[in-house]
């Protein structure tokens, strides 16, 4: 059974499926905003806050504990769980900040290394976040799940970089790839391949990284906010899209869209089942490998479940507390029962 946690700025929701759903509250006061699971060892979980750092889950999300001994800076922007260093191990765990730093774990988040290579990058000079333009944040990491030890990371703004041995040594941004990478993907049955929604629209790349396309073809919104693969199917990618971020992510002024495409076709709107765009805060998704063909999404408007690859969707009834997930979610993340 998968349960969900959601990430919203007033508290982390944690809906979990029994015979009803029930919703427990945590970490209310320090605006979480990343989360990441370790499939390794389910039990474990990383949540990183605004205002009050790491914190870390050892029962399946329900009791939290600050961690981070050596992490230099209180706002953890991203978070992620990379491959375990032994078969009946944890996953090596990254935590991404503002200002931009990756720091790793090897030991489930006790102690932390800096990856200061991230920083002398020739491109790190530029990189500045447009509302904040004196500061500039580390967005997304994506830990490889083909690949142990690559890594890539999204700086807001300015650059999607690489490492390929564990945050030794760093690779800058290349032309043609994407500047504003929101949410990036990898895939197990899809070595070398990567997928980017960026505010400067949707990018892929065979070779892990080396060079990038854009097929956009039916794609009417081009600032992307989240992705998702199918477990079962890399060909199947869903987006969900806006015309801007002014619309992406305040309720009272949002206007959301949810694309679908397969097997290198022309992008669709995939909104059967999703509420209208209009007032609809950009969607997040979430998937989980032993749940193929299943794809969960959150917005302002609830959460969203699809049975069929993204094709159409229905609401699943949870009863949130408020505010609930009424100001927009950040993040959303399945949980192993």
Do not use: K
């Not at 904040?132 to 580390?138: A, I, L, Q």
């Not at 505010?199 to 080396?210: K, T």
């Amino acid at each position: 059974m998968v349960n969900l946690i959601v990430v919203t700025r007033a508290a982390l929701l944690i809906a979990r499926r029994g015979s009803s759903w029930t919703v427990e509250e945590h970490l209310r006061g320090l605006s979480p905003d990343c989360i990441a699971v370790d499939l390794h060892d389910p039990t474990r979980a990383y949540c990183g806050t605004a205002h009050g750092g790491l914190f870390r889950s050892r029962d399946r999300a329900r009791s939290w504990e600050p961690v981070g001994a050596g992490i230099t800076h209180s706002a953890i922007t991203a978070v992620a769980v990379g491959q375990a260093q032994r078969p009946d191990g944890f996953g090596v765990v990254y935590a991404g900040t503002e200002p931009s730093a990756v720091f790793r774990s090897a030991n489930g988040g006790d102690d932390w290394v800096d990856l200061a290579g991230l920083r002398q990058l020739p491109s790190s000079s530029s990189w500045s976040f447009p509302p904040r333009p004196e500061t500039h944040h580390v967005r997304w990491i994506e830990a490889d799940v083909s690949a142990g030890g690559r890594l890539f990371v999204a700086i807001e703004a300015g650059a999607l970089v690489r490492t390929f041995d564990d945050g030794r040594t760093w690779h800058d941004r290349v032309s043609g790839g994407p500047y504003d990478t929101h949410t990036a993907a990898t895939h197990p049955l899809a070595p070398g391949r990567i997928w980017s929604a960026a505010g400067d629209g949707y990018f892929e790349s065979a070779d892990a990284g080396d060079s990038w396309t854009s097929p956009d073809e039916g794609l009417q919104h081009g600032y992307l906010v989240d992705i998702a693969i199918d477990p079962a199917d890399p060909e199947t990618v869903i987006v969900s899209a806006a015309r801007g971020p002014f619309v992406a992510y305040r309720p009272s002024s949002a206007e959301s869209y949810v694309y679908r495409r397969s097997g290198g076709s022309e992008w669709e709107l995939t909104m059967s089942g999703l509420p209208q765009a209009g007032g609809t805060t950009a969607s997040r998704f979430a998937v989980h490998p032993a749940e193929p063909g299943i794809i969960y999404a959150a917005n302002n408007r609830g959460v969203f479940r699809s049975d069929d690859a993204g094709r159409s969707w229905r609401a699943i009834d949870v009863p949130w507390p408020r505010p609930g997930l009424s100001d927009g979610v950040s993040a959303l993340a399945c949980l192993p029962d």
